[in-house]
């Protein structure tokens, strides 16, 4: 996938995440979505959080099609869409930039004083050293692997990510709690690996930059000269004719050999200007040719090869940091909402009164952990009667559910125990049972904080160690965090 396919799969990841009420893409769609892409792809076969290749295909099909298909759908959905949005640089502001070194590597390349050309007058050796410098290290950066942490995005990229997201959320007061959800969503996953390209691209940038640069100096070269002659001389404090003729020699040895040039080597003492005038001044030309030559050598083509060695691994770095990011909890959410069949679950409920409100919620655990299309039927245990019902209950399936309120204190001699108790209830027709604990906090939402529920949540699992397979929360759809399942 390019960096636009996975723009559209983390938009419609963000989507559906932010919008767990189902306001702007409702469930039988998600799951329509789903049935039609998921080419067999089943919840059991999705392991650990990183993309492999299977998945990452169902997750661009499945973008692809609720794209087609939202072409028509209502207004908020387009508009929702429409604001899901990255950092991204433009190509016009990198051609501007690019003339603008152009025009002023041609402005700071001067020939010398009057009609001479000073060898060590240009700035061609500061150059030659600073690009010299800068492509090693653009070399390192592009050929060496990249850490985990370079690939999600980098320090850099995840400091501006969330610094402009907090400044972007901060002046959007108006905006709808389920749209602020959505775009807060998008930008903690797509906004960092948009940095993470900008960086990337920007080192093109540069590279093309510094080879105008070069181009603009070697135009100015000859179109200097062409109005005027010129004459080669050099004078140095720091040189004698000796050090002089190595030193050229060495600088325009790759120039020569490619270009087929000879090193006037010969001229270099009559060309040696002291006391204010050079014995015999050389003509000027063959070294313009040279110097033109190296800069074409050491920086223009090295800097373009950079370029297009950075242009090609920015897709790939891109895709590769987009791939570890946690995916397996909503791929496994996905798969699991077109799964289950006509698969009864009991759901025994420990000392609360079942509402539809509560069962809406249920419910949707219910089909979060054991299939979209599994269904619900609810028992509920008195407070007090624990160790009767699990004397006189009897087993329909192997995959059962027991349903606590979140904010109960677990005990042991009575949580724990009947728990335990079911269990071996279970184990008595079945050798393999499913038992998860769900936790119901639908009168916690709004008041309890994410740190206080998530507290409670492992103080229950804990609890139940060694004996329930999973502990999953549930909260009504609107409150601000929904906990995955943990083992």
Not at 10 to 15: I, P, S, T
Not at 58 to 85: C, M, N, T
Not at 276 to 288: D, E, R, S, T
Not at 298 to 305: A, K, N, T, Y
């Amino acid at each position: 996938m390019d960096w636009n396919d996975w723009q559209r799969v983390l938009k419609w990841r963000a989507l559906e995440e932010g919008d767990a009420d189902g306001m702007l893409v409702g469930a039988e769609r998600r799951r329509s979505a789903t049935a039609h892409t998921r080419a067999g792809l089943a919840s059991e076969e999705v392991k650990g959080d990183a993309l492999d290749e299977r998945s990452e295909s169902f997750l661009h099909k499945r973008s692809e099609w609720l794209e087609r298909e939202a072409i028509g759908w209502r207004g908020d959905l387009i508009r929702v869409l429409g604001q899901l949005r990255v950092p991204q640089g433009r190509w016009a502001w990198a051609v501007a930039g690019w003339i603008a070194v152009l025009i002023v590597g041609y402005g700071v390349t001067d020939l010398g004083q009057t009609s001479e050309f000073n060898l060590l007058a240009l700035p061609l050796v500061g150059l030659l050293a600073w690009n010299a410098i800068v492509i090693i290290l653009g070399l390192l950066c592009e050929v060496l692997p990249a850490s985990s942490k370079a690939r999600r995005g980098g320090w850099l990229a995840e400091f501006l990510a969330h610094g402009v997201s907090r400044a972007g959320a901060d002046a959007k007061p108006e905006e709808k709690p389920a749209d602020a959800a959505v775009r807060a969503r998008f930008e903690t996953l797509a906004w960092p690996l948009a940095w993470r390209r900008l960086q990337m691209r920007l080192r093109m940038w540069l590279h093309v930059a510094a080879a105008m640069l070069a181009i603009g100096g070697a135009t100015a070269l000859y179109a200097r000269g062409w109005s005027h002659e010129y004459r080669a001389v050099w004078e140095s404090t720091l040189l004698d004719e000796g050090h002089a003729r190595s030193f050229f020699e060495t600088l325009f040895k790759p120039a020569s050999s490619v270009l087929g040039t000879p090193v006037p080597l010969e001229q270099i003492p009559g060309m040696h200007r002291t006391g204010g005038k050079a014995a015999q001044p050389a003509p000027a030309l063959p070294w313009i040719h040279l110097y033109a030559g190296t800069l074409l050598v050491l920086v223009i083509v090295p800097r373009l090869l950079l370029a297009g060695l950075g242009l090609l691994r920015c897709g790939g770095a891109v895709a590769s940091s987009a791939r570890i990011l946690p995916w397996g909890n909503y791929l496994r959410g996905l798969l699991r909402a077109v799964e289950g069949g006509d698969e009864r679950i009991q759901v025994l409920v420990h000392a609360i009164e079942p509402t539809a409100e509560h069962r809406d919620v249920w419910d949707r655990g219910v089909r979060e952990r054991f299939g979209g299309m599994a269904r619900a039927e609810y028992l509920r245990i008195p407070a007090g009667d624990e160790d009767e019902f699990a004397a006189a209950w009897q087993p329909d399936s192997a995959n059962l559910m027991m349903l606590f309120n979140l904010a109960t204190t677990p005990e042991a001699e009575v949580q724990r125990r009947l728990v335990s108790d079911v269990r071996q209830r279970l184990l008595t027709k079945h050798a393999e049972p499913e038992l998860v604990v769900l936790l119901d906090g639908t009168s916690l939402a709004g008041r309890w904080s994410p740190e206080k529920v998530a507290g409670r949540e492992q103080l229950w699992t804990r609890m139940v160690e060694g004996l329930a397979s999973d502990v999953i929360v549930a909260v009504r759809k609107e409150s601000p965090r929904t906990l995955p399942a943990v083992s």
